[in-house]
């Protein structure tokens, strides 16, 4: 195994232990203000999703398709495993698979979303700053493209 994938591995389990914890922290929100904790988690998620994206990517700062698969697969699929016996399997916050991936299943799709946008970035960050470079010496405009 190659060190991007020992820490993409490493990375996925803190994934899923860094808003554990911080759900476990603001869990009285669940019941008085759900909204509010409902809101807040993506941004944990995303926040910390962003974080290992970014630490990887100064790992291999171009990943191949193969690396950057296995990482995404890892990060969205490590947390749901690691959450099936607390929600499932007769765990302390019991809910079916259903409920289970439409309320928290489906929000650990920000990490492969943000880990492969990164890794979009980083391999064409020469096409990026060409393109910025053109428009800034172009004329101004204040048009928004709609005729």
Request: glycine share 4%; charged share 10%; with cysteine.
């Amino acid at each position: 195994m190659t060190r991007l994938m020992n820490r993409s591995l490493c990375h996925g389990f803190l994934l899923w232990l860094i808003p554990l914890v911080a759900a476990l922290c603001i869990s009285p929100l669940r019941t008085s203000n759900r909204l509010l904790f409902e809101a807040i988690m993506p941004v944990v998620l995303a926040a910390c999703g962003t974080l290992f994206a970014v630490r990887l990517s100064r790992l291999v700062s171009a990943p191949n398709l193969r690396q950057a698969t296995f990482t995404a697969a890892a990060w969205l699929l490590i947390p749901i495993v690691l959450d099936l016996p607390l929600f499932l399997l007769q765990g302390p916050m019991q809910m079916s698979l259903a409920e289970y991936m439409t309320d928290i299943g489906v929000t650990y799709l920000i990490y492969p979303i943000i880990f492969l946008g990164v890794c979009r970035n980083a391999t064409a960050p020469a096409e990026i700053s060409t393109t910025i470079v053109a428009s800034e010496t172009a004329a101004p405009s204040m048009s928004l493209g709609v005729r």
